[in-house]
């Protein structure tokens, strides 16, 4: 178990502290200065690399040595907030990808909207320990990345009218979503609904 949980840490202070960095431009261009821009993103890729690695190789392990309960979650209650943001997240992530549409201008950063509904939706219905850290931790990350990008002036996707794109970011999503309660049990080893 203390191996497990440890695995996760690191994994988490490698993949987010990397991610961390693009907030920090003078560190960023510094790094860049001093490597080159392809071994930057090489490195950054092999960092984030890792960090996921050890998170999945953490959790799994966690799971499999049984859980640290802290709090139980009052199931029927969040449960359908959770489905409700477990939604918003994949219209929010498959928006990040898609080309410019209203809802992508109106989430401004909806990849960061997408993790932050992701995160918080796993928190409302699982209260164990390593839950609290992947998802608290991702959670905690997505809301500074989007903090920093404001204080940067990064004001997210560019003003489009309502268009076909907005229609097949929901169609997408929904498929998606719908896809999420076929195979959560398969690939994660825990029933979605």
Same mark, same amino acid.
């Given at each position: 178990?203390?191996? &497990?949980?440890?695995?996760?840490?690191?994994?988490?202070?490698?993949?987010?502290?990397?991610?961390?960095?693009?907030?920090?431009?003078?560190?960023?261009?510094?790094?860049?200065?001093?490597?080159?821009?392809?071994?930057?993103?090489?490195?950054?890729?092999?960092?984030?690399?890792?960090?996921?690695?050890?998170?999945?190789?953490?959790?799994?392990?966690?799971?499999?040595?049984? %859980?640290?309960?802290?709090?139980?979650?009052?199931?029927?209650?969040? *449960?359908?907030?959770?489905?409700?943001?477990?939604?918003?997240?994949?219209?929010?992530?498959?928006?990040? %990808? &898609?080309?410019? !549409?209203?809802?992508?201008?109106?989430?401004? *950063?909806?990849?960061?909207?997408?993790?932050?509904?992701?995160?918080?939706?796993?928190?409302?219905?699982? $209260?164990?320990? $390593? !839950?609290?850290?992947?998802?608290?931790?991702?959670?905690?990350?997505?809301?500074?990345?989007?903090?920093?990008?404001?204080?940067?002036?990064? $004001?997210?996707?560019?003003?489009?009218?309502? !268009?076909?794109?907005?229609?097949?970011?929901?169609?997408? &999503?929904?498929?998606?979503?719908?896809?999420?309660?076929?195979? *959560?049990?398969?690939?994660?080893?825990?029933? &979605?609904?």
């Amino acid at each position: 178990m203390v191996a &497990a949980m440890a695995w996760l840490i690191v994994g988490l202070v490698l993949f987010l502290g990397i991610h961390t960095l693009s907030t920090a431009p003078s560190a960023r261009a510094a790094l860049i200065g001093r490597l080159g821009e392809g071994p930057y993103k090489g490195l950054y890729s092999l960092v984030a690399l890792a960090g996921l690695v050890l998170i999945v190789l953490g959790f799994g392990a966690y799971r499999s040595a049984g %859980y640290v309960q802290v709090w139980t979650p009052p199931f029927p209650i969040f *449960h359908p907030i959770a489905l409700a943001l477990l939604w918003l997240a994949f219209v929010a992530l498959v928006a990040a %990808y &898609a080309p410019a !549409s209203r809802i992508k201008h109106l989430l401004r *950063h909806p990849m960061l909207v997408g993790v932050k509904a992701w995160a918080l939706a796993h928190l409302l219905v699982n $209260g164990d320990l $390593g !839950s609290m850290l992947l998802f608290g931790g991702l959670l905690i990350w997505a809301v500074y990345d989007r903090i920093s990008l404001k204080r940067r002036g990064d $004001g997210g996707a560019p003003a489009v009218d309502w !268009s076909k794109n907005d229609l097949l970011v929901v169609v997408i &999503a929904t498929l998606a979503y719908a896809a999420m309660f076929w195979l *959560h049990d398969t690939l994660i080893g825990v029933t &979605a609904a």
